[in-house]
T-cell receptor, first 115, second 114 residues
Framework: KAGVTQTPRYLIKTRGQQVTLSCSPI?????VSWYQQTPGQGLQFLFE???????NKGNFPGRFSGRQFSNSRSEMNVSTLELGDSALYLC??????????????FGAGSRLTVL | DAKTTQPTSMDCAEGRAANLPCNHS???????VYWYRQIHSQGPQYIIH???NNETNEMASLIITEDRKSSTLILPHATLRDTAVYYC???????????????FGKGTKLSVKP
């Protein structure tokens, strides 16, 4: 069974540009979450999508946005890039079914460098 | 969600058991204890979770105290590949609400030495 796939794995952008990252969840998983990881702040939750709807959002500015498609694939977008947006962006998927424990499966991440 | 406290770092000799403690003294009755680990620059990897009972899988064992205020992750025979940051997370179960917003602390950096 294929894992969570994130593309691209590495990218370099300059300040002011925008970037779109893609995530394909495990087949059958309906929930996709995004995280940002930096050396200073650690792993921080960005947002979660379930059945094409944003279900939860972390404390990030509006420059960070996302969406989910009917096949559960998700994209996140960061506009007007700042140097501080340089980070590893991680996507995680889960079944989304109600009840009981939750287990997230993470992708390998997209490493963004902003110059 | 309850907060957790973990030691910043630990060392373990290869082949020995690694016992990673986690304190979650404010845990509530419907909160699970999860363990994830992250090997350098990779995505976090799920290890194990538990609610009240001790749990074991092919990777590790989870021992939860009777009062549920602390737990220990046990890697029975640590290898060099187990060197990673280990995160203990406490979170409520999913009852129709959000699932994906885990709160990761700083974790424990485990160094397995030959």
């Amino acid at each position: 069974k294929a894992g969570v796939t994130q593309t691209p794995r590495y990218l370099i952008k300059t300040r002011g540009q925008q970037v779109t990252l893609s995530c394909s969840p495990i087949s059958g998983h309906r929930s996709v979450s995004w995280y940002q990881q930096t050396p200073g702040q650690g792993l921080q939750f960005l947002f979660e999508y379930f059945s094409e709807t944003q279900r939860n959002k972390g404390n990030f500015p509006g420059r960070f946005s996302g969406r989910q498609f009917s096949n559960s694939r998700s994209e996140m977008n960061v506009s007007t890039l700042e140097l501080g947006d340089s980070a590893l962006y991680l996507c995680a998927s889960s079944s989304g079914s109600a009840g009981g424990a939750n287990v997230l499966t993470f992708g390998a991440g997209s490493r963004l460098t902003v110059l | 969600d309850a907060k957790t406290t973990q030691p910043t770092s630990m060392d373990c000799a290869e082949g020995r058991a690694a016992n990673l403690p986690c304190n979650h003294s404010t845990i509530s009755g419907n909160e699970y204890v999860y363990w994830y680990r992250q090997i350098h620059s990779q995505g976090p990897q799920y290890i194990i979770h538990g609610l009240k009972n001790n749990e074991t899988n092919e990777m590790a064992s989870l021992i939860i105290t009777e009062d549920r205020k602390s737990s220990t992750l046990i890697l029975p025979h640590a290898t060099l590949r187990d060197t990673a940051v280990y995160y203990c997370i406490v979170r409520v179960g999913n009852y129709g609400g959000s699932q994906g917003n885990l709160i990761f602390g700083k974790g424990t950096k485990l160094s397995v030495k030959p």
